[in-house]
């Protein structure tokens, strides 16, 4: 248990040293993406209005197969740059909330790019 814990503990910490140098404005919003064991959820935010403009899970309907792997976030990640165009928002910035860049968060990032979204 102390080992979960630990890792929860620096996961937070990376998190809030991470969201202490992105912010995400009404031009430029942040693209935030949690991953727990089993999902992936990202969301598109203005933090200058505290509104989340577009969001996306695994959850939906259409997207129930994928289930959080690294094939099926690509598929997330194409459909959240799609509501994105739709919005006519070109660029986010990205928060990675506290996770490390590589499987999951990575994929899904660069599938969004692929989409045409700047990163």
């Known amino acids: 248990m102390k080992k ?4 929860a503990r620096k996961r937070q910490k990376r998190k809030l040293r991470i969201r202490g140098k992105v912010v995400g404005t009404a031009e430029r919003p942040r693209l935030s993406i949690f991953r727990s064991n ?4 990202a969301q598109v ?3 200058g209005k505290g509104h989340t403009l577009v969001s996306v899970s695994d959850l939906e309907k259409d997207l129930r197969d994928t289930q959080g792997t690294v094939e099926g976030v690509k598929k997330l990640g194409m459909l959240l740059a ?4 739709d919005r006519k928002i070109e660029a986010v910035v990205f928060d ?3 996770f490390k860049y590589h499987g999951v968060v990575k ?3 660069d599938s ?3 989409a045409g979204i700047r990163i």
């Open 107 to 109: 994929s899904f990032a």
């Open 82 to 85: 799609n509501r994105l165009k």
């Open 4 to 7: 979960t814990e630990e890792k």
């Open 96 to 98: 990675r909330n506290g």
């Open 112 to 114: 969004v790019r692929e």
């Open 45 to 47: 935010i203005d933090d």
């Open 38 to 41: 089993r999902h992936v959820y």
